[in-house]
């Protein structure tokens, strides 16, 4: 019971300051109307949506959970799309953590002109997404695309391969547009955490007569593991989301070897309007992306005191 | 510092300069061959020989977007829509930290929870939902649709990026300047948001540019060529098989000015707004 004069002034203002608690929600009010009328309801009443047979113009008949029966055992583009998904997220977002895990490294060491090459390095993310994805369907362009020309113009193939209508290479163009665009974010988010580890800690691990690699594995990697985990679990969530690249880039084709769940519900919707098909679609990977939430929770948003 | 103050040897400056510049030649070149492929007129695009020493620039494509004016009417409205949105989700965002942060209630706990919830979820599970409230009300198609979807981004991030930027601030602060007499909303305005001035520049900043660059909802909430926002209005020079790949790429380099011009002036925001773990990447 011995506490100081300074703790107990705070606690006795602290009193006076913070207890207005109806004044509270007022200031709190416009944000749960938004809150509630623009995130909770649409999810809630799409649920309902969810479980009609709907086209837009027309009230819904309710189906029960034939939507979700329909697209588990009788739509075949589910199964193509469903692991479109899985192979972009997990592809592209490891892909981001070694090459951004790679850049940061080297962008904390003491190289020339540091702080340029910082900037420099933010590139692809400061153009416009939509903007990235054109660009590399322009660069994967059969006839006119760089990306063909290179390899034609020295001889090392003869047709040029059509990228983005070949079922595999689409796949692989679509990841590499995602890993460009989205390599900065991985590569700042760890220089954060790099640039938190004590040189200290490098030093003693020198004279303990560790290599480079040895400081890398023992010093770098257990300093930036949480910062990583939490940037890999973000970019999962939005990668598994992802629209634009992939719409502009390819449309989901060809015949549905790069839709992902986004894209497929949304030419379901807005392309053969079954909004109630469409609405399952959209909502079918949400239990797993509440799972990847719950898992940030306590990471991101932590114990408040 | 894997190597601290020592200096790399020969090997290691070797394959640390190499990987570096082969890095930042790749983050170069798309842009580069944005603004070539903008600078050639017609059918010249698809000279791509001329890589690196390109003939024939001009800057027809350029004159000839705002001879048409077409893309004067995108500019116009995704700078209103990114102001409004902006705007609003400070307002909203401001208020709401405020209270999060400084107010003890019930469910306070609950609020931040869900504010974080909701500046995660992905456009990509809202954005049918949405259509289907915003037809309801008659919404789809207007300018107020386009700011209330916007909103369904803006409010969260700012409110989260606030909050956490609002904690960190000393409370003695508000406490001295509430025993002097100031009322709450004077806590807050003379106090507070003077000290927090960079965290608001930097959620004005994300939240202007992510509103600029969106294409999701103006895809799904658009009907009229009057509303098309920027990245609708660029999205429409992909049409059946002829693309018009240099207007489409001058269209897309006049799209991407503003945020150069942001992160020339404001890096320092956008550096720390992005490793609060709060931009979507």
């Excluded at chain 2, 809202?126 to 409230?133: E, N």
């Excluded at chain 2, 994300?206 to 600029?212: E, N, V």
Aim: aromatic content about 14%; proline content about 5%; overall charge positive.
């Amino acid at each position: 019971m011995n506490r100081s004069p300074t703790k107990r002034m705070r606690s006795l203002f602290s009193g006076l300051q913070f207890e207005q608690s109806t004044f509270g929600v007022i200031l709190a009010l416009p944000l749960i109307i938004v809150l509630l009328g623009l995130l909770l309801y649409p999810i809630l009443s799409a649920f309902v949506v969810s479980l009609q047979s709907k086209t837009i113009g027309s009230p819904g008949r309710f189906i029960g959970l034939g939507n979700y029966i329909e697209l588990l055992t009788q739509d075949q583009a589910i199964p193509t799309v469903l692991s479109n998904t899985l192979t972009y997220s997990i592809g592209s977002v490891i892909l981001k953590t070694v090459f951004g895990f790679i850049i940061a490294v080297i962008l904390n060491e003491r190289i020339f002109a540091r702080n340029l090459f910082r900037g420099w390095m933010m590139i692809p993310w400061i153009i416009p997404t939509l903007v990235v994805g054109l660009t590399w369907r322009w660069m994967f362009d059969q006839s006119g695309g760089i990306i063909n020309f290179i390899p034609v113009k020295l001889g090392l193939i003869q047709i040029p391969p059509a990228w983005l209508a070949d079922k595999v290479l689409a796949r692989i163009a679509i990841v590499i547009a995602n890993v460009w665009r989205g390599m900065p974010f991985f590569a700042i988010t760890i220089l954060a955490g790099l640039q938190a580890i004590s040189p200290e800690l490098y030093e003693a691990a020198a004279i303990d007569g560790a290599s480079a690699w040895g400081r890398i594995k023992y010093v770098t990697l257990p300093g930036v593991r949480s910062v990583m985990l939490v940037t890999i679990i973000l970019s999962s969530i939005w990668t598994f989301n992802d629209f634009e690249l992939l719409w502009v880039m390819t449309g989901g084709g060809p015949s549905y070897s790069t839709h992902i769940f986004v894209t497929y519900a949304y030419s379901l919707g807005f392309r053969g309007s079954r909004f109630g098909y469409a609405t399952a679609v959209s909502l079918v990977a949400t239990p797993l992306i509440i799972l990847f939430i719950l898992f940030l929770v306590p990471k991101l948003w932590g114990d408040e005191s | 510092m894997i190597f601290g103050n020592r200096q790399f040897n020969r090997t290691q400056k070797i394959v640390i300069y190499a990987v570096l510049a082969l890095f930042l030649a790749a983050a170069t070149f798309p842009p580069y061959w944005i603004i070539l492929t903008s600078l050639k007129k017609g059918r010249d695009v698809f000279n791509t020989a001329e890589v690196l020493i390109p003939r024939h620039l001009t800057v027809f494509n350029y004159l000839e977007l705002f001879r048409q004016n077409e893309i004067t009417g995108w500019i116009v409205t995704s700078t209103a829509l990114a102001l409004v949105s902006t705007v609003t989700a400070l307002a909203v965002g401001i208020l709401a930290a405020y209270s999060l942060t400084y107010f003890r209630y019930r469910g306070v706990r609950a609020l931040g929870l869900a504010v974080f919830f909701s500046y995660v979820i992905p456009k990509g599970l809202l954005f049918i939902p949405l259509f289907l409230l915003l037809n309801k009300i008659g919404l789809v198609g207007t300018f107020t649709g386009l700011v209330l979807a916007h909103e369904t981004f803006s409010i969260p991030f700012c409110t989260w990026l606030l909050y956490g930027y609002f904690r960190t601030l000393p409370k003695e602060l508000a406490d001295a300047a509430r025993i002097d007499g100031c009322g709450p909303l004077g806590v807050l305005g003379r106090v507070i948001l003077p000290l927090a001035a960079p965290g608001v520049v930097t959620a004005a900043i994300f939240s202007f540019t992510t509103s600029w660059n969106e294409f999701l909802y103006a895809a799904s909430l658009t009907t009229s060529n009057a509303l098309k926002t920027l990245p609708l209005g660029i999205a429409g020079f992909l049409v059946a098989d002829s693309f018009m790949w240099g207007p489409l790429m001058a269209a897309a380099t006049i799209a991407t000015v503003p945020m150069v011009i942001v992160f020339v002036f404001l890096q320092r925001f956008i550096v720390q707004g992005m490793t609060s773990g709060a931009v979507k990447g």
